[in-house]
């Protein structure tokens, strides 16, 4: 069994930053990619980044590139999300997920998730 928990959501104006973090618990060792993923109102949920503990190699959505980053920490069990540069368009509540596979931008090939963190910038 795998637990993921995000935190650092909160609200924050247009061009400033926040940094979310995930811990992972539980069997971690059959997690090999994590990834972060998005979903505002009324939208699907979307790719933000993602993570394999190989490389390590990184993997960015058009839209975050040059703005977030992503990294991890394996002794702590926890991987991070810096975001700079925000825009009112990255309103949307922030998912942690795991899986064990290949590194991949598909949320339905990630069987395990966080509860969520809101993230909301104003203009």
């Known amino acids: 069994q795998v637990q993921l928990v995000e935190s650092g959501g909160g609200l924050v104006q247009a061009g400033g930053s926040l940094r979310l973090s995930c811990l992972a618990s539980g069997r971690t060792s059959d997690i090999n990619v994590m990834g972060w993923f998005r979903q505002a109102p009324g939208k699907e949920r979307e790719f933000v980044a993602a993570i394999s503990r190989s490389g390590p190699t990184t993997y960015y959505a058009d839209s975050v590139k040059g703005r977030f980053t992503i990294s991890g920490d394996n002794a702590k069990n926890t991987i991070y999300l810096q975001m700079n540069s925000l825009k009112p368009e990255d309103t949307a509540a922030y998912y942690c997920?795991?899986?064990?596979?290949?590194?991949?931008?598909?949320?339905?090939?990630?069987?395990?998730w966080g509860q969520g963190t809101q993230v909301t910038v104003s203009s």
């Open positions: 997920s795991g899986r064990g596979g290949a590194l991949i931008a598909r949320p339905g090939a990630y069987p395990y």
